[in-house]
């Protein structure tokens, strides 16, 4: 998604406006620019594509001024071009944007018949000439764009400078994050507190309906009815944390490596290892009222939910409803007043999963979540929030937070089967011992790649790739298809073992491909029949076990050797071979694996 920055700052801040959003790059972007004042006239700089080009850009044409505003563009209404890309201006204001205007075209019709001229084909370009529009009627630079804001529907976070404003900048925020940063004599505004980690870790957020006067040494934030208002200053740990590669050549490798770890960490946030017990938040329900429960989430995350209905359903003996955020928004789900809605989001900040929040909050739900980023808005309109210790995930396509998720979800279900009287005490040993296991085992699987190299040699030149598997397994294979198209640009889908034959076994031929997650459970027998079907057709096989080849009964083209564990944990372990496969096919294909094209990190419109 787009990231936006702005610096008033006491040196020229082109440079350190395109550094920002250099660490804002992993949110997905198509396109970059930035403005600044320069001797009191607004100028940009813009350019299709990565970030290099703009400073070439730059290098070319540099820019000196000390107040400016910069954007990467995920393009959303219109081409990913030159002329599309943010800042957006006339000579007296400009402007960057995150998030969707909804009303712009009954906007953008009523500005033209006022004589405004539009050049691009965004939605963002109608609020410069509202801000336009409004200075032009005499109103001062805040109150022009206080009044447009009051225009806008939608979803936004926005930057804004002014012609011969040295000392303002205006930022707003309706539905997309936007931090404000403190410095000395200086202040800054950005997506997140990643962009604005090396200026300054003094930070606070606006809340939705928010919007602020900054100058270098002032903040004054106002909500949504014009009321002066306080917002916590906090301090970041982003600047705190290191967002680099690492050995690794792609962020994407180092976050797979990084699971044992992160799953330690996020496990010792909920289990006490002298007790082997589980010990959680205060959570305002009780597992033991409850009937059901929702969980929404999208992609990745609600995967994670997948998985954590079967274990659920299966320790707790609690019916889960678990449904895709965009599509649980809309689809008036009747609730019982006071039950429990769970909402699963690495960047805390997805919009459907937002808004499904916001419809459970409507309906009396009590509202939990699971989230990496704790200062989210997901986190702050949650009643309760069990994050998960990830550490940024800055690879597009997640990996760590996805096994992190499962991690905190399997704690909390082991929880609820407690509360609820279906386990004992000593299944709840015998489960908390298979969770502590997993960082071992995890580090098993990523001790030798070299299978996976070979295998992505062969799995780039396929058309089309299949991922089976059965039981908790099966939202693993739907996993793995995800992450190899999103990131190798191969088509895949993941099956339940068992459909296959109602539709999908057509497809398979020798140039198809299937990979079959089938560890020892107790549905590897069903797994293996459904696997034989595919045999008799001439299917290429690869298989993720922890058995032995010659227990198949047929050839495997190639067999990922999974530890053997408790059947508890095995999702979590077979996650990281799909994650791998994906990872050196991608490579093989030569694709931008942190940044897979038209993806984006955090997903800040509907
Ligand atoms: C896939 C991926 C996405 C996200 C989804 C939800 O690799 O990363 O499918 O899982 O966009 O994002 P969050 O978890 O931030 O709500």
Same mark, same amino acid.
């Given at each position: 998604?787009?990231?936006?920055?702005?610096?008033?700052?006491?040196?020229?801040?082109?440079?350190?406006?395109?550094?920002?959003?250099?660490?804002?790059?992993?949110?997905?972007?198509?396109?970059?620019?930035?403005?600044?004042?320069?001797?009191?006239?607004?100028?940009?700089?813009?350019?299709?594509?990565?970030?290099?080009?703009?400073?070439?850009?730059?290098?070319?044409?540099?820019?000196?001024?000390?107040?400016?505003?910069?954007?990467?563009?995920?393009?959303?209404?219109?081409?990913?071009? +030159?002329?599309?890309?943010?800042?957006?201006?006339?000579?007296?204001?400009?402007?960057?944007?995150?998030?969707?205007?909804?009303?712009?075209? !009954?906007?953008?019709?009523?500005?033209?018949?006022?004589?405004?001229?539009?050049?691009?084909?965004?939605?963002?370009?109608?609020?410069?000439?509202?801000?336009?529009?409004?200075?032009?009627?005499?109103?001062?630079?805040?109150?022009?764009?206080?009044?447009?804001? +009051?225009?806008?529907?939608?979803?936004?976070?926005?930057?804004?400078?002014?012609?011969?404003?040295?000392?303002?900048?205006?930022?707003?925020?309706?539905? $997309?994050?936007?931090?404000?940063?403190?410095?000395? =004599?200086?202040?800054?505004?950005?997506? !997140?507190?990643?962009?604005?980690?090396?200026? %300054?870790?003094?930070?606070?957020?606006?809340?939705?309906?928010?919007?602020?006067?900054?100058?270098?040494?002032?903040?004054?934030?106002?909500?949504?009815?014009?009321?002066?208002?306080?917002?916590?200053?906090?301090?970041?740990?982003?600047?705190?944390?290191?967002?680099?590669?690492?050995?690794?050549?792609? &962020?994407?490798?180092?976050?797979?490596?990084?699971?044992?770890?992160?799953? $330690?960490?996020?496990?010792?946030? #909920?289990?006490?290892?002298?007790?082997?017990?589980?010990?959680?938040?205060?959570?305002?329900?009780?597992?033991?009222?409850?009937?059901? &429960?929702?969980?929404?989430?999208?992609?990745?995350? #609600? #995967?994670?939910?997948?998985?954590?209905?079967?274990?659920?359903?299966?320790?707790?003996?609690?019916?889960?409803?678990?449904?895709?955020?965009?599509?649980?928004?809309?689809?008036?789900?009747?609730?019982?007043?006071?039950?429990?809605?769970?909402?699963?989001?690495?960047?805390?900040? %997805?919009?459907?999963?937002?808004?499904?929040?916001?419809?459970?909050?409507?309906?009396?739900?009590?509202?939990?979540?699971?989230?990496?980023?704790?200062?989210?808005?997901?986190?702050?309109?949650?009643?309760?929030?069990?994050?998960?210790?990830?550490?940024?995930?800055?690879?597009?396509?997640?990996?760590?937070?996805?096994?992190?998720?499962?991690?905190?979800?399997?704690?909390?279900?082991?929880?609820?089967?407690?509360?609820?009287?279906?386990? $004992?005490?000593?299944?709840?040993?015998?489960?908390?011992?298979?969770?502590? +296991?997993?960082?071992?085992?995890?580090?098993?699987?990523?001790?030798? +790649?070299? !299978?996976?190299?070979?295998?992505?040699?062969?799995?780039?030149?396929?058309?089309?790739?299949?991922?089976?598997?059965? =039981?908790?397994?099966?939202?693993?294979?739907?996993? =793995?298809?995800?992450?190899?198209?999103?990131?190798?640009?191969?088509?895949?889908?993941?099956?339940?073992?068992?459909?296959?034959?109602?539709?999908?076994?057509?497809?398979?031929?020798?140039?198809?491909?299937?990979?079959?997650?089938?560890?020892?459970?107790?549905?590897?027998?069903?797994?293996?029949?459904?696997?034989?079907?595919?045999?008799?057709?001439?299917?290429?096989?690869?298989?993720?076990?922890?058995?032995?080849?010659?227990?198949?009964?047929?050839?495997?083209?190639?067999?990922?050797?999974?530890?053997?564990?408790?059947?508890? %944990?095995?999702?979590?372990?077979?996650?990281?071979?799909?994650?791998?496969?994906?990872?050196?096919?991608?490579?093989?294909?030569?694709?931008?694996?942190?940044?897979?094209?038209?993806?984006?990190?955090?997903?800040?419109?509907?």
């Amino acid at each position: 998604m787009c990231g936006i920055v702005g610096i008033l700052g006491r040196e020229p801040v082109a440079d350190a406006l395109v550094d920002a959003l250099k660490r804002l790059e992993y949110r997905g972007y198509d396109s970059a620019g930035i403005a600044t004042l320069e001797g009191g006239a607004l100028e940009r700089r813009r350019a299709e594509g990565k970030l290099v080009n703009l400073e070439a850009r730059l290098a070319k044409e540099p820019m000196s001024g000390h107040a400016g505003i910069g954007h990467t563009r995920w393009a959303t209404h219109g081409a990913p071009t +030159e002329t599309n890309a943010h800042p957006h201006m006339t000579d007296k204001v400009s402007v960057v944007h995150n998030g969707i205007i909804e009303n712009f075209r !009954d906007l953008r019709r009523e500005l033209e018949g006022q004589g405004a001229t539009f050049t691009t084909e965004t939605d963002t370009e109608v609020i410069v000439h509202l801000i336009t529009h409004n200075l032009d009627n005499g109103m001062a630079p805040a109150e022009a764009a206080a009044a447009a804001l +009051e225009r806008l529907e939608g979803a936004y976070a926005l930057a804004i400078i002014f012609k011969g404003e040295e000392d303002l900048m205006i930022g707003a925020r309706e539905g $997309s994050p936007l931090a404000i940063g403190f410095g000395e =004599g200086a202040m800054f505004l950005g997506s !997140d507190a990643i962009a604005l980690a090396p200026l %300054t870790d003094t930070i606070t957020y606006l809340e939705d309906g928010d919007w602020a006067e900054i100058t270098r040494n002032s903040l004054k934030i106002r909500d949504r009815a014009g009321a002066e208002v306080e917002r916590a200053v906090q301090k970041s740990i982003a600047s705190a944390l290191l967002v680099d590669k690492g050995n690794h050549r792609h &962020f994407m490798a180092k976050e797979i490596h990084e699971q044992p770890e992160v799953i $330690s960490h996020t496990l010792a946030h #909920y289990i006490d290892f002298a007790t082997g017990r589980i010990r959680l938040p205060d959570l305002p329900f009780d597992f033991k009222d409850l009937k059901r &429960f929702s969980i929404s989430a999208c992609g990745t995350a #609600y #995967y994670a939910g997948l998985v954590a209905k079967y274990w659920f359903e299966r320790f707790a003996r609690l019916p889960v409803e678990i449904d895709i955020a965009s599509e649980f928004r809309y689809r008036d789900v009747p609730l019982e007043a006071d039950g429990l809605a769970l909402f699963i989001s690495q960047s805390g900040e %997805t919009a459907d999963t937002l808004a499904a929040l916001r419809y459970c909050r409507e309906q009396s739900q009590h509202i939990i979540s699971i989230v990496n980023v704790r200062e989210s808005t997901i986190a702050r309109e949650s009643d309760a929030i069990l994050p998960i210790l990830a550490g940024p995930e800055i690879g597009v396509a997640s990996t760590k937070a996805f096994t992190c998720q499962l991690a905190a979800l399997a704690v909390l279900a082991i929880a609820a089967g407690r509360a609820r009287g279906h386990i $004992s005490e000593q299944d709840e040993q015998e489960l908390v011992s298979a969770l502590i +296991e997993l960082p071992r085992h995890i580090s098993a699987v990523l001790r030798d +790649e070299s !299978d996976y190299v070979d295998l992505a040699h062969d799995l780039a030149k396929a058309r089309d790739i299949l991922y089976l598997g059965r =039981g908790v397994n099966y939202p693993i294979a739907l996993e =793995g298809a995800l992450k190899l198209k999103e990131i190798s640009y191969i088509h895949a889908e993941g099956y339940a073992a068992g459909e296959l034959k109602h539709g999908p076994i057509a497809l398979i031929d020798e140039d198809v491909p299937v990979i079959v997650i089938a560890p020892k459970d107790g549905l590897y027998d069903k797994t293996l029949s459904n696997v034989q079907e595919v045999a008799a057709r001439g299917g290429r096989i690869i298989m993720i076990s922890d058995m032995d080849a010659t227990d198949f009964g047929w050839d495997v083209q190639k067999l990922i050797t999974i530890p053997s564990s408790h059947l508890f %944990t095995q999702p979590l372990i077979a996650a990281v071979p799909v994650q791998l496969i994906a990872y050196h096919t991608a490579v093989v294909m030569g694709t931008d694996v942190d940044q897979p094209r038209n993806l984006a990190k955090s997903v800040t419109v509907e």
